[in-house]
């Protein structure tokens, strides 16, 4: 069956292809491409290049792409493209995608596209762009069937026939006559009832909804965590608005992962696939997290510099200053990472934070002192002298200790206070516990060297 | 309609109805919780307290929270419940979630409960386990329905009244007299169409199939890929063997997210959820890489030991160690987060590893002359004297571009040679930058400053 994983098409084939003006054959290969790979075709070729391999795709697939494919190349499309074109393509996609793309584009655009749809396609995307970005309103689709209790299901059969598409009918919702939601019948169990059973006999009433403003990240949670296939979307007096169903939440657990790593690596997201974004984009994302812990850790030289005198006259102190930094920023980065996982997959938050803390205290102990032994070990070798391995077995566990606790504590009382808990990433624990580390290893110094 | 979150009962409520012996009210307020919300609350209850609640769920919902559940309560409930008990809850689960559940016990427990299931889900158990982890085979449902091309749309509802339960009915897969898939039709389809039109005449043919064998992680790429509802898995014969749907793709995605996050930070992920591990094994998947990266950072400690003399000098070229290393680490953390998240959605791979190296050193560029003119800032404050301060600002650009350079080289290579990219943690590159970030360092230093 490996055969059946097409070859994806290259960059250079494509190139190619155009440059011999080889058209058909392109054409041909594109069709053969699924959409989803087109668009990751087009945020690697040049803007040239990808604009004639867009043409060459027909309406379909084309307006797929242009729903897939990253921000670099839709803005090319958006000022290459003609109007009348580009609105076709909008006509063609689910609403909730269309609404999507003309969010991210200026308004002055979006509105002229959007005259230019068809009426009917042009209102609803009106209406999915009145609701606030990143809840349920945006990801719902509309086109959803909905039955009334006295149907029996031969009429509902015939009504669904007459159906031009709506997207989901893997469960058919049940609404009163002030479209109030009050039943769920799943496709399945319609065909395999009776025919001149009624909806109210064959109907589930324990449905669970959720308000269109709910965030959508609540949302993917929910669906994750109980396996929903589709939920129903309400307005504030329970009537049925749409339905958000799991595909579009795989994309928005995509895209929060995706938000979650880069967040804890210690940078702002990308909201777009690397090659999509523009260098000086990135950079932005990048530089204000970057100068704040860069001024944090001169916070570290400061420390150094109070200890000037130590440094003097114990040089072996220096030999230390980053493998203790390095270790408690280490232990606090292996530490921020499980405790961030838990707090977003609802495992630990304030009430147990007292649970989590004596675990992850428990944890930096034990790590601590196994570094404290090999630290000892490590000195010795450097033939530091007893006395300043005796500093640093001892600072290690200290370190490590605080190190993990910071790595709890303040991500949780974050979470608690609704701080997006990544924002604390690995470099801004490390960066934390440079500086108060390198403190207690001073003070330790001072302590037991008895350096004046 | 927020009023539809219920709210889940809280650890402390149910032991207090544990204590105080009122069973029948817990009963009831089981019976309204969610089997994963009621899960999760085993995981954090003690060993006695869970114990009697899980003895006082019905049947189903006990075998759906013994799926859910963590390996420490899995691991009680192994030895406390009897066998005939938890074997009867084996029957209750969907095969491929019982198999789940046995193929993490030892042997001689997992034959004995498989020895005391009902015959028919026996066989089907040991079929699934002799299907290696991780693959398409652990992860299917065999009970799918099969159609042949010559039923009418008649018969075939029939058939599917007849059906006890097939799990999957949004697709119906189509084989020959081998077995062999031929074609998909999907149930919509089905009942919008004529009762005496046949399967043949309204099945789709260009059908994707993936073999048994398939990586779960693979699979899962490709569901979320193209936004397929369900997958069908096929021997290297094309027969039919059952289907893998998107709820248990979810929780491979879930899955493999949390393990990359947890590399990510620098240790072996738990594969359990938080408070369901052991301290013990918390630490064990800690201490490898925190210390291999405390030798590797002894490095840097002999770095600045051969550069004491210069120290020694210029006392203040002490001061900016932590700064130097700090931001060559954050820097890479920054990058590694971003590409490893680019290599998984597969934007990056070897043959553009050019292209992503372009940006990562462009983007390394920019914000290290921004950090070097703020390092001048921070050196003339500190009074250091204009030589140390050029020091300072020309290694910052240096550092920073290498630290990316290594971020975004070393996990596109890694993914060449098939070890898993997430291993190169933010913590690795940090203290792989930190030893030859102070080497530049100093060696700038020796150079501008003259000192012999």
């Known amino acids: 069956m490996e055969e059946q994983f097409v070859n994806l098409p290259t960059q250079e084939l494509i190139e190619n292809l155009i440059e011999e003006k080889q058209f058909d054959q392109l054409r041909q290969l594109l069709t053969n491409t699924h959409p989803a790979d087109i668009a990751d075709l087009l945020d690697e070729l040049d803007p040239e290049h990808a604009l004639v391999t867009f ?37 063609e996609l689910p609403m909730d995608d269309a609404a999507e793309f003309l969010q991210d584009l200026p308004d002055t655009i979006s509105d002229r596209l959007i005259d230019l749809m068809e009426p009917e396609e042009a209102e609803e995307v009106r209406e999915l762009l009145r609701y606030e970005e990143e809840t349920a ?11 009334r209790r006295h149907w029996t299901v031969a009429e509902t059969l015939e009504y669904l026939r007459s159906l031009e598409d709506a997207e989901t009918l893997h469960y058919l919702y049940v609404v009163d006559r002030n479209d ?26 324990d449905i669970v909804a959720v308000p269109v403003t709910i965030d959508q990240e609540d949302l993917a949670d929910m669906v994750s965590r109980y396996d929903y296939y589709a939920i129903p979307i ?37 909201d777009q696939p690397y090659f999509a974004v523009s260098v000086l984009q990135i950079i932005r994302k990048r530089i ?58 609802d495992e630990v938050r304030l009430s147990n934070l007292g649970a989590a803390w004596r675990r992850e205290v428990s944890v930096g102990l034990i790590l601590g002192l196994v570094m404290g032994a090999v630290g000892i070990a490590r000195a010795l070798l450097w033939h530091t002298g007893f006395d300043v391995a005796l500093v640093v077995a001892l600072t290690l566990p200290i370190v490590v200790v605080w190190s993990t606790t910071v790595a709890t504590v303040i991500p949780v ?24 580390g390198l403190l207690i290893y001073f003070l330790l110094a001072k302590m037991i060297l008895d350096v004046i």
Chains 1, 2 share one sequence.
């Open 55 to 91: 043409s060459l795709l027909p309406i379909e697939a084309a307006s797929e792409v242009l729903d897939e494919t990253g921000s670099l190349v839709r803005q090319q499309l958006v000022e290459q493209v003609d109007d009348e074109k580009l609105a076709d393509l909008l006509d």
């Open 137 to 147: 309103g945006r990801l719902m689709t509309r086109d959803v069937a909905a039955l």
């Open 180 to 205: 109030a939601l009050i039943g769920v019948v799943p496709l399945r169990k319609l065909i395999l009832s009776k025919a001149d059973a009624t909806i109210e006999s064959i109907m589930a009433r």
């Open 234 to 270: 309400v307005d504030h007096q329970n009537r049925l608005l749409g339905v958000v169903t799991v595909d579009d939440v795989l994309d928005v657990i995509e895209e929060e992962v995706t938000e979650d790593i880069q967040r804890l690596g210690g940078s702002e997201p990308l």
């Open 288 to 345: 204000g997290w970057l100068l704040l812990l860069f001024v944090a850790s001169t916070l570290s030289g400061e420390v150094i510099r109070l200890f000037q005198h130590e440094l003097d006259v114990v040089v072996a102190l220096g030999f230390f200053i980053t493998l203790i930094t390095g270790t408690g920023g280490n232990a606090g980065s292996q530490t921020v990472a499980t405790i961030i996982r838990a707090i977003t997959l």
């Open 413 to 436: 009382v974050a979470d608690r206070f609704k701080i997006d808990p990544t924002v604390i990433s690995g470099p801004m624990i490390a960066t934390i516990v440079d500086a108060s």
